[in-house]
């Protein structure tokens, strides 16, 4: 058995733009085979009729789908003689894959980012035999259990129960299959007391959960997920987490989207970074979010600047800069401009510091000679936060301002961004990178033999 899970070569897939793809319901296939001799006939007349006439046009494609135990997924196309204005063709469609190349062995769990748009989704429903490419060769050897959006394939006026039965099916589930595991489905997806209530009267989180509910009890060699974190609450993402870490120990291949790097960094093994539909980067999940990280670093800025002065707030924040400088030890020289609209209570400021995926991994509290009060109108601060060793990464810094009894007059979140490039341990060969953490505190180790 070869030890490969998933092998895209030259994969690209066109989208004209205004264009609906079309689908093929069962009464079409059928209709279609019925009609299929006369087509052929009609065919051989014409080519024959032109071939005597000394002109000719090619048109060829090939598409074949094998389902077996190693579902074989295979497209290749190509196209000649265009019926349309190269030019016009440019105009009317963007390519969403172009030529995507990659290997996944057997077992790996590989996180695929990237920008919205950069073709996750396009990727995953080829891989998924939703769509078809319109150029390359995909292969998929294994059962495929997909969670691409949520509740697909539910229908609202069904319960809950009829849709797991509905659900399990199209996804290859066997009835005696569902039916040894349906307590355990509805226990996962916490919705035991409604499970006999129409899926239409669930709110949005119940609808995910039994969704991820159904596609996780799946047991499937291959599982592809598609920004299933985007829905729930905090307790259900870490049964997610979870269940998909389980999941992955199992020995299956997982392909997982996520905007969240903290839960790719922490899921995934191996990572593909797409960008405009090309892959960017193959490289460990690490090496890849770090580069897809630095990519966006010429998206923040060092400066923010309030658009307009909040009226409805007492105290606002209305220009945040910050600078790095490493002297004797790394520090951020913060500016922050107040603006006291009104009388409000004695103020002061804490900073978030936030790792590249928004998560806060350490505070500062300076501490004022005076609080800030409404007796000025205008109000600059500088402040001086003594860094601890952190790992080189894109970082971002968060304002707030407030009252003694924590009420929050102000606050921006991640408006400014900085870069740390040096090693956190000039000299040492050890690579210090995020996958370990990003503060690397002074450590100590008396050594003797036994």
Not at 114 to 137: C, D, E, V, Y
Not at 301 to 314: C, E, G, P, R
Not at 406 to 416: F, H, N, P
Request: charged share 25%; proline share 4%; glycine share 8%.
């Amino acid at each position: 058995m070869s030890d490969i899970a998933i092998r895209c070569e030259g994969l690209s897939k066109r989208y004209r733009i205004g264009e609906r793809e079309s689908y093929k319901a069962l009464r079409d296939v059928i209709a279609d085979a019925a009609a299929s001799p006369f087509r052929r006939l009609r065919s051989a007349l014409h080519n024959g009729s032109a071939t005597s006439n000394g002109s000719h046009s090619v048109l060829t494609r090939h598409s074949s789908l094998r389902t077996n135990d190693s579902p074989l997924i295979t497209h290749h196309s190509s196209l000649g003689a265009p019926t349309r204005n190269s030019k016009l063709e440019t105009q009317n469609s963007f390519w969403a894959l172009d030529n995507v190349a990659f290997e996944v062995r057997r077992g790996e769990v590989v996180g695929i980012i990237g920008r919205n748009g950069a073709g996750k989704s396009t990727l995953l429903k080829i891989l998924s035999r939703i769509t078809k490419p319109t150029k390359g060769h995909a292969e998929v050897h294994g059962r495929v259990g997909s969670l691409l959006e949520v509740g697909t394939g539910f229908h609202p006026e069904l319960t809950g129960r009829e849709n797991i039965y509905l659900n399990a099916a199209i996804l290859g589930m066997r009835k005696g299959e569902v039916e040894r595991k349906f307590d355990e489905i509805v226990a996962f997806a916490e919705v035991e007391r409604f499970i006999d209530t129409p899926v239409k009267r669930y709110s949005s989180g119940m609808y995910v959960r039994l969704a991820f509910a159904v596609a996780a009890h799946l047991d499937p060699e291959i599982l592809i997920i598609d920004e299933v974190l985007a829905v729930g609450d905090a307790s259900f993402q870490k049964k997610c987490l979870g269940k998909i870490g389980e999941v992955a120990r199992g020995g299956r291949t997982v392909l997982f989207v996520s905007h969240n790097m903290g839960a790719v960094r922490m899921l995934c093994d191996e990572g593909v970074w797409l960008d405009e539909g090309k892959v960017a980067c193959k490289d460990s999940i690490h090496a890849c979010t770090q580069k897809y990280e630095s990519s966006n670093s010429s998206m923040g800025s060092k400066t923010w600047q309030a658009a307009s002065v909040d009226t409805s707030k007492d105290l606002v924040i209305k220009r945040v800069e910050v600078d790095v400088q490493r002297k004797a030890t790394l520090t951020l020289n913060v500016q922050v401009d107040l603006v006291s609209r009104r009388p409000h209570k004695p103020a002061f400021v804490a900073f978030d510091i936030l790792d590249p995926s928004g998560t806060a991994i350490m505070q500062a509290l300076p501490q004022l000679k005076g609080f800030i009060d409404s007796s000025h109108e205008q109000h600059h601060l500088e402040v001086t936060i003594n860094l601890p060793p952190v790992v080189p990464s894109q970082y971002s810094l968060s304002v707030w301002v407030g009252s003694h009894n924590t009420e929050t007059l102000d606050e921006v979140k991640g408006c400014v961004s900085f870069e740390i490039t040096e090693s956190p341990t000039p000299g040492r060969t050890f690579p210090h990178h995020p996958g370990h953490g990003f503060i690397v505190p002074e450590a100590t180790v008396n050594y003797r033999t036994a």
